[in-house]
């Protein structure tokens, strides 16, 4: 770190990269007030700002004290602000913010930026991967159905349940971002966030509370800056071996239908890892679809004989998936307990709180009480591990309402964006106390800052049943890319999709492409959609099956090699779906690729995402790719090859140490 | 006014009503710094400002200077701006503004309010007629198509064409509003501004640059504040007196259609007051529809033997009318002109700037420049009314782009909300200096600050031939309600409606309920729509022309009444269709009302604006009023009364001098 402060101008850089660039003409930190409004339906937020006050701190003194450099911003003659300057052990710069006034709760800050600079991350990001040129907020909410104003689907979504979303609504939001500097750079709030990319000459990051610090170093290549990164944020621990032993079918309706889909899809040669039961715990029917039980224990009567079959499937191979969120359903027993214990998230004035999930009301399991963290664990080890589940989708965590009241006394705001990690934390602690950290599988949509040493896997959420690039299968790509960048190393998503409105059907041809796309992710698991019925599902047909049983030998193949890239992920923060420009940093084009990733080292996957196509074009970096089903070998640049049904467009590296496994895929 | 200074509190009152609480601790006015983006497409724009600074003005020094109070407000430390308060010679409270640092761009000025105030006006305003709870952008635009979010026309709208606007989107914004405590408020600008009424204690008037001044008076009664703020804007002149004599039909076609509609309305029995024939000047076909060919002048091809007819017309009582705006045809003999005189806008280099209107382009004729506006109110002399027209549509004036280059040195941005303004002016000049001012009509939707004394009618722009609130029938009340408060009495709409895209076509009903409608206002105008063959039209079956041959009688019969209250507007500016409480300022749910009006002092109309509806619930404030068509007796509060199609629910004071006039409309 080197701080100079000449004629005024005040100019702070770390490992040769100019970071802030601050002088009275032209300040680059901001304070002032707002006042915020949340507007919540369903886990979509209608967020408006009135900022009343935008101060720009021009004058500033600093000053050396011990290990740190504290410069003091003031404002109309007053210290408003300190930043306390340090290089951490591991020399990581380190920007902490002490507000000396503590009216203000906004606070803006420019990072100094070049023009053709690029950035990338915030979480997980459905649309944009390269995010120069647009603002994103960072506010955890449902991602949105569409997710464009301009399509049809959005409009509807938002008229009918103001739910259309926009390109920059995630589950998964974090006020960390990555630039093609190699350079990371965090700003460490749980507040609402919006960092802005469409300056040329800043990122200017906003935040709705004064952060408690900005984080920032630079790396030589993007492999060690995400080894840097989780090294801050933390890694997800190995996949439990069984999960590359095939798919995880999506399955509902009760045990006989769960054991006959086995049986069925078992015989048709599918290789069947597990079965996901998101129904385990019963069923609510609601105009949205089939909607679940949320009482998070074995629901005796559509799931009869579940607690021997459960252990019959695991010795046959075929591990049992359930579901639970931190929510419980209103008047049920585990929301009775909770009630009665002072468990739930109140109103301000400490009566009943509940929220609306679509026709049916929940308590919010208060996470900032330790007691309800340790009964809520309880409620997982007990109900479902010592149950026999080896794995659940840990759904929500978005819909903290920001007028709740909570256990440790911070507002609601504050903690909305944390309730990710915090339900994350939740479920890991109960694995691991339950000895079963390298066995049991969970995955969550929703994410934030931390999230990456206590959530296991992600899934990208609720995509459309759909072709649409911001809400369909192609939008699953860029969310693992910024999120693996992030140290999510581990991403998958529902195989064909899931959110089946407005008009939307799962076509065979999605289903398909969806599964080619899966059988080249750490993970493979279907889901029906919330209208299973509207759906083309895997056992649809003969030809579906035989399909889908031709991409879990595939995927079962590449075990050895997806099982080393977990294992990288684990121990480095090495993403398993990596961008282009992980390994190949001087390929210009490779920055803009979103579309595209590596799996691992050395397969280069083009999934294709767009309907009746069956030529690709797909753009290779500098190096000798083969195709993996013509056998041709590419040596970069933009090309084209045949990709019908089941031939995605996928490519090894000929220089792969695994090239004798890599080249037997086509003869799968 | 009194200003009181006590305990660092300024309190500024002006007839008992108390405008400006300012205090360190609440400051009430603000400057700032932000950067605005104007994206326009076919007068259809983009807005977004990127506020770098919005600074408190906590400190202040008063200071008395002859005539004037000077209160300056002082920012870190710095005096910023000054606020000259005055009363003028009409007793009016004027503070004027100085910016005393060049740099701010940004000013928010607080207007102390109460929580229970109604506020109206801001220009032509479609949606809201009281606009307390939301904020009204003020930016001269196209209107919108559909103008409702929710709307799937406006979807439509919006992704076809950027075109479907939102609640506040209007051809004629003014910064200007009228309170229920019977003030109005004004800011002089012409620059980017946005009122918000979002506030319990205070309206924020935010513009885009430092003001010349803020003006403000009070009154005793509504009726003597309309006569103050058209003291201040100016007054319409009265209306030629042919216009009551029947409606004006809008064809288009050439001298043959046109003579034959005529001919064949008058048989049927339709009182003709005036034939309007946009295309006398030839058209163009687009995409759109029909269009109009810019150059202004007579085209004989279209219209053969016009030069004779036209006087032949006006000698058998009908008058001819045509089209102008202030944007000339590219490559046209007028924009060849304009461009060799060096009259047209340039881009800032000087280089052609041409505006696309959708599949054509036009040159901006620059009205800054003094001589090009008499060389354009020559073409209206010479071309137009030389020519024998007796009144035009003039249209449009809201597509001034803000990156244009303009003969007075003034930025574009500045100059965009004045446009409309200054294409009043020119027209209203080559009128006056014809001699023909009590004899030629006019009418523009666009409009601005100071059109009242220019533009002698105003229509209500481009409505969607359909029965949505937002952009149909309905819309138009609020728009001559709103626009009537700001002194423009005469106001009318296309009978049926204009826009015919995106499926909507207009129907018989919409049509007659329309012209019923029509009847009770000061200006009957048929239009035939951008896609005459989609619509309904006037002669499109016999009952249509009997239905308007009924109604423009009943117009006709007005004609004294009329003419009583269009000079009612002349004189005193008190607007011919009135809001409720124009006359019963103690009825409270008379301030709410929007889609009713009075017409005239003893007219009440409720029009039937929705489809299907035979039966109109009617809200009458507390007097005798006398349901026109079945002369039953209504004291006030919510009726019913029927309302079938011939029987727009009308209803006259039983206390009106004109008693015996208006008994007679059910005879008709």
């Known amino acids: 770190m080197d701080i100079s402060n000449n004629e005024s101008a005040l100019i702070i850089t770390h490992k040769n990269r100019t970071i802030f660039k601050h002088s009275a003409q032209n300040p680059s930190l901001f304070l002032g007030v707002g006042e915020a409004n949340y507007d919540m339906y369903r886990g979509n937020f209608d967020i408006t700002?009135?900022?009343?006050?935008?101060?720009?701190?021009?004058?500033?003194?600093?000053?050396?004290?011990?290990?740190?450099?504290?410069?003091?911003?003031?404002?109309?003659?007053?210290?408003?602000?300190?930043?306390?300057?340090?290089?951490?052990?591991?020399?990581?710069?380190?920007?902490?913010?002490?507000?000396?006034?503590?009216?203000?709760?906004?606070?803006?800050?420019?990072?100094?930026?070049?023009?053709?600079?690029?950035v990338y991350?915030?979480?997980?990001?459905?649309?944009?991967?390269?995010?120069?040129?647009?603002?994103?907020?960072?506010?955890?909410?449902?991602?949105?159905?569409?997710?464009?104003?301009?399509?049809?689907?959005?409009?509807?979504?938002?008229?009918?349940?103001?739910?259309?979303?926009?390109?920059?609504?995630?589950?998964?939001?974090?006020?960390?971002?990555?630039?093609?500097?190699?350079?990371?750079?965090?700003?460490?709030?749980?507040?609402?966030?919006?960092?802005?990319?469409?300056?040329?000459?800043?990122?200017?990051?906003?935040?709705w509370n004064i952060p408690e610090y900005l984080l920032l170093d630079a790396e030589e290549s993007f492999p060690s800056l995400v080894e840097n990164i989780t090294g801050v944020f933390g890694r997800q621990p190995e996949l439990p071996d069984w999960v590359t032993n095939g798919v995880i079918l999506g399955i509902q309706g009760g045990t006989e239908i769960t054991l006959e889909k086995i049986e069925a899809a078992k015989a048709a040669g599918v290789e069947v890892a597990g079965a996901w039961c998101q129904d385990w715990q019963g069923i609510?029917?609601?105009?949205?679809?089939?909607?679940?039980?949320?009482?998070?224990?074995?629901?005796?009567?559509?799931?009869?004989?579940?607690?021997?079959?459960?252990?019959?499937?695991?010795?046959?191979?075929?591990?049992?998936?359930?579901?639970?969120?931190?929510?419980?359903?209103?008047?049920?027993?585990?929301?009775?307990e909770a009630a009665e214990k002072g468990y739930l998230a109140t109103k301000q004035d400490g009566s009943k709180y509940v929220v609306d999930f679509g026709e049916f009301y929940c308590g919010v399991v208060d996470f900032t009480n330790p007691d309800a963290c340790e009964w809520y664990k309880g409620v997982i080890k007990t109900n479902m591990i010592d149950f026999g589940l080896d794995g659940w989708m840990g759904d929500f965590g978005e819909y903290l309402p920001t007028d709740c009241s909570l256990s440790n006394g911070v507002s609601a705001e504050i903690e909305h964006n944390k309730w990710p990690y915090r339900w994350a934390k939740v479920q890991h602690e109960a694995i691991e106390e339950a000895g079963k950290t390298d066995d049991i599988l969970f995955f969550m949509r929703a994410g934030g800052t931390g999230i990456?040493?206590?959530?296991?896997?992600?899934?990208?959420?609720?995509?459309?049943?759909?072709?649409?690039?911001?809400?369909?299968?192609?939008?699953?790509?860029?969310?693992?890319?910024?999120?693996?960048?992030?140290?999510?190393?581990?991403?998958?998503?529902?195989?064909?999709?899931?959110?089946?409105?407005?008009?939307?059907?799962?076509?065979?041809e999605l289903f398909q492409r969806w599964a080619e796309?899966?059988?080249f992710t750490p993970i493979m698991r279907s889901h029906e959609g919330n209208r299973p019925g509207d759906n083309h599902q895997f056992d649809t047909d003969a030809e579906t099956l035989a399909h889908l049983a031709r991409m879990t030998k595939i995927f079962k193949h590449l075990k050895p090699y997806i099982k080393a890239a977990s294992k990288e992920n684990s121990e480095r923060g090495m993403p398993v779906q990596r961008p282009l420009f992980m390994h190949y940093e001087n390929d210009t084009e490779a920055y803009?690729?979103?579309?595209?990733?590596?799996?691992?080292?050395?397969?280069?996957?083009?999934?294709?995402?767009?309907?009746?196509?069956?030529?690709?074009k797909v753009y290779l970096p500098e190096d000798e790719w083969v195709h993996v089903w013509s056998g041709k070998t590419f040596t970069g640049g933009w090309i084209e090859v045949d990709a019908p049904i089941g031939q995605p467009a996928v490519f090894y590296r000929k220089a792969s140490k695994d090239v004798e496994l890599l080249s037997q895929i086509a003869a799968i």
Request: with cysteine; hydrophobic share 35%.
């Open 49 to 118: 700002d009135y900022v009343t006050e935008r101060l720009p701190l021009r004058q500033y003194t600093v000053e050396e004290t011990g290990d740190k450099t504290v410069i003091t911003f003031n404002f109309d003659g007053q210290p408003a602000i300190k930043m306390l300057l340090s290089e951490t052990a591991e020399s990581r710069l380190k920007a902490e913010f002490e507000a000396l006034d503590p009216k203000y709760n906004r606070f803006w800050f420019r990072v100094a930026a070049t023009e053709d600079e690029k």
């Open 121 to 207: 991350g915030c979480g997980e990001q459905l649309t944009y991967f390269n995010l120069r040129g647009k603002n994103f907020p960072l506010w955890s909410s449902e991602p949105g159905v569409g997710r464009n104003k301009d399509s049809y689907v959005t409009w509807l979504a938002d008229t009918k349940d103001k739910a259309g979303g926009d390109y920059y609504n995630t589950n998964y939001p974090q006020p960390t971002f990555v630039s093609d500097k190699k350079y990371f750079c965090h700003l460490e709030t749980t507040a609402y966030a919006d960092f802005d990319f469409t300056n040329d000459e800043f990122h200017e990051l906003q935040c």
């Open 284 to 336: 609510k029917m609601t105009s949205f679809g089939k909607r679940l039980q949320w009482d998070w224990q074995w629901n005796k009567e559509l799931y009869p004989e579940l607690d021997t079959k459960i252990h019959q499937l695991k010795e046959e191979g075929v591990r049992f998936l359930g579901y639970i969120n931190p929510y419980v359903l209103e008047d049920f027993p585990l929301y009775n």
């Open 452 to 508: 990456q040493g206590n959530c296991h896997t992600l899934w990208g959420g609720d995509q459309l049943v759909d072709w649409c690039i911001d809400d369909g299968l192609a939008s699953v790509i860029p969310a693992a890319l910024s999120s693996g960048l992030m140290g999510n190393g581990i991403h998958h998503s529902d195989i064909g999709g899931y959110t089946t409105l407005h008009g939307c059907k799962r076509s065979k």
């Open 517 to 519: 796309m899966a059988a």
């Open 592 to 616: 803009e690729i979103k579309f595209q990733y590596l799996f691992g080292r050395d397969l280069l996957v083009a999934p294709v995402y767009n309907q009746g196509e069956e030529v690709k």
